[in-house]
């Protein structure tokens, strides 16, 4: 079985038949931090809160330093031994793992992407929801009921992405992940100085060494394990770095771009989580809201508190599209191979609208990147719980996709034999991500089911 990749935008043809792939180390970073700072920051401080004042900004470290790890491991894995090109996560886990583990890794792929489309819808219409909020308690007072559901919010931001979700692919993607990073920016920005302004209000920083107190010792653990979830979330993007690398033009080697473009974007991004972590923790102490700017910490000044929240929703539209390109790209190249002669399939048609460029389209693909994006606002509706839900997926993604898929390809590709130190070395960190995935899982299902009980 051959696996799809994503199609290229049109231009020159590059050495292996496809037109010529034009991303440079910034568009590689802007496409990393897009996937990367997404709504895993809001819960940061939350995770830290529980964690306390050594374990909160350790385990931020080292799950950066993981990463970095894995992502690495993998960008080698792009170029098999005779030059051939990896275009996708699946591609390089049937050259190298064959074809069981490969049905094996799409699903995981697949399942985790489509789980961080839900997180996006969820989180959302929770920003959506915190301005309308924000403006109610500016008006009525800190006190006011103020409440709003999320349906609304899911539903409308479910019809723009209908709408959005017809961008080709990845390569017509570059603008939009321009924008979502430099929004990304700059929500991060104010949730960090809000942080600070309030811990100097408070004219102290708040918190302790072992974190946020719990009724009992397994209730501690529950919600540490929920926190490692959630870090492990704001960490996602081992699961599309071949398709984002396969948009790299060469020279310089492809992996060696890469590799720069993950020193920088991890370098910037673990800043940002540290800071929002730490301070929105040194504000609130034991009252640190699960989500930064939507769980009202800050009330004021309401100006700023929308301009954050409706950041973080532009930021999304583009993220959402970062995660289900992937999927489409996936499931539309099946469906041609595999029915080539359907008109349904594969006919193509050109569209006009008014003031806009043609574009063209087909009923696959217009049917089912609807129903895609419908089945994610489904889901998000059952299950609008913002802390828990990021950290199942979390942990769900962290060791299959981001650990173990890249280390077992890359000492198949190195040919490192077994029981050598490299082998022991790998092994361990391996084991010991699996581990944290464990743990991780455990909290965060433990949490979702008692959000949906209570």
Not at 64 to 75: G, V
Not at 228 to 245: M, R, T, V
Not at 246 to 265: F, I, Q, R
Not at 418 to 423: E, H, I, L, N, Y
Request: some cysteine; hydrophobic content about 45%.
């Amino acid at each position: 079985m051959v696996l799809p990749s994503l199609e290229l935008a049109n231009g020159a043809g590059d050495n292996d038949g496809q037109p010529a792939r034009t991303g440079t180390l910034w568009s590689c970073v802007a496409h990393i931090i897009t996937a990367v700072i997404g709504s895993g920051v809001l819960s940061l401080a939350w995770s830290t809160s529980q964690l306390g004042w050594i374990a909160g900004p350790v385990s931020l470290i080292m799950f950066a330093i993981i990463t970095y790890i894995s992502s690495s491991l993998l960008s080698d894995c792009y170029r098999s031994h005779n030059g051939t090109r990896n275009k996708s996560y699946s591609d390089a886990v049937r050259l190298y793992l064959g074809r069981n583990r490969t049905w094996i890794c799409v699903f995981l792929q697949n399942l985790s992407l489509y789980g961080f489309d839900v997180a996006y819808v969820i989180t959302t219409s929770t920003c959506m929801r915190a301005i309308q909020k924000s403006n109610c308690y500016h008006k009525e007072g800190h006190s006011a009921p103020c409440s709003y559901g999320y349906t609304t919010f899911m539903l409308g931001f479910g019809a723009f992405q209908i709408v959005m979700s017809q961008i080709p692919n990845f390569h017509n993607m570059t603008l939009l992940s321009v924008v979502a990073a430099a929004m990304s920016f700059t929500y991060s920005f104010i949730g960090l100085g809000l942080g600070f302004a309030q811990v100097k209000e408070n004219g102290m920083i708040k918190g302790s060494i072992t974190g946020v107190p719990a009724a009992s010792v397994a209730d501690k653990l529950w919600l540490v394990f929920q926190s490692l979830g959630d870090i492990a979330f704001a960490y996602p993007y081992s699961i599309i770095l071949l398709e984002i690398q396969d948009t790299l033009k060469s020279p310089p080697a492809e992996n060696k771009t890469m590799k720069k473009a993950s020193v920088v974007a991890i370098l910037v991004t673990t800043f940002f989580y540290i800071c929002c972590g730490c301070s929105g923790y040194a504000a609130f102490g034991n009252n640190t809201p699960g989500n930064l700017l939507t769980g009202f910490g800050f009330y004021e000044p309401f100006w700023l508190i929308d301009f954050a929240n409706a950041c973080i929703v532009l930021h999304l539209v583009g993220g959402y599209q970062i995660f289900s390109q992937p999927v489409f790209a996936f499931v539309e190249g099946w469906f041609t191979k595999k029915y080539p002669s359907s008109g349904f399939v594969n006919k193509w048609y050109t569209v006009k609208l008014p003031l806009l460029p043609s574009f063209r389209m087909n009923a696959l693909k217009l049917c089912f990147r609807t129903a895609y994006v419908a089945s994610t606002t489904v889901v998000a509706m059952i299950f609008p719980y913002f802390n828990q839900v990021l950290g199942v997926l979390g942990a769900l993604n962290f060791w299959p996709l981001a650990i173990y898929f890249p280390v077992e390809m890359y000492m198949v590709q190195r040919k490192i034999q077994a029981w050598t130190r490299k082998w022991l070395v790998l092994r361990t960190f391996s084991f010991f991500c699996l581990l944290v995935t464990i743990v991780g899982l455990i909290g965060s299902i433990q949490g979702l089911i008692a959000a949906k009980l209570g």
